[in-house]
């Protein structure tokens, strides 16, 4: 595996930061630094403030097929806020799940500021997440067509994307 896109970040031990994100169409997007592990109850916690405030009526949540999404709870906390989800998505896909190639160009850009302990590559990570441009999102969501034909086309094995 390429060391670019590893989580480890530091020669003298490493560690590594879990982060939540989401991105829409014109560039508005939101990061967050997400300590342990996430639970029903925390993702909830993170839609709440990360999400709910920048969501607006009509908008379809895609999120992939984590336990914390797709649990009994959570799925009662979006009815409740009356946000709708997009379902059955394929988890984790970078063919279907366009924030899989953000990650990716988070990562390569914030491995060039070669951080030397958590809270630089969370530093690191934010730069790069909100230097990406609005181009390069909105092309991703613009693929979208032609990632889905590709998907269906493919069989469930990969495709270009």
């Known amino acids: ?9 530091v020669k003298f031990g490493g560690g590594k930061i879990m982060v939540w994100g989401y991105i829409q169409y014109g560039g508005v997007r939101e990061i967050c630094r997400v300590e342990g592990n996430i639970n029903s109850l925390k ?4 839609l709440a403030t990360s999400y709910i405030p920048n969501h607006k009526r009509g908008q379809i949540l895609q999120q992939d097929g984590a336990p914390s999404h797709t649990s009994i ?15 059955d998505w394929s988890a984790q896909s970078p063919d279907m799940n366009i924030i ?4 990716g ?5 914030a491995w060039k500021t ?3 302990n958590i809270d630089e590559l969370w530093e690191a990570c934010k ?4 230097a990406i441009p609005d181009e390069f999102i909105n092309k991703l969501y613009e693929s979208l067509p032609n990632r889905m034909d590709a998907a269906l086309q493919a069989h469930r094995s990969h495709t270009r994307y």
């Open 105 to 109: 160009r988070m990562k390569e850009e």
């Open 127 to 130: 730069t790069a997440f909100f």
């Open 1 to 9: 595996m390429d060391p670019r896109f590893t989580q480890k970040t």
């Open 100 to 103: 899989e190639h953000l990650w």
């Open 114 to 116: 070669k951080p030397k």
């Open 43 to 46: 993702y909830q916690e993170i």
């Open 73 to 87: 709870s959570t799925s009662k906390f979006l009815k409740a806020k009356k946000i709708k989800m997009l379902q």
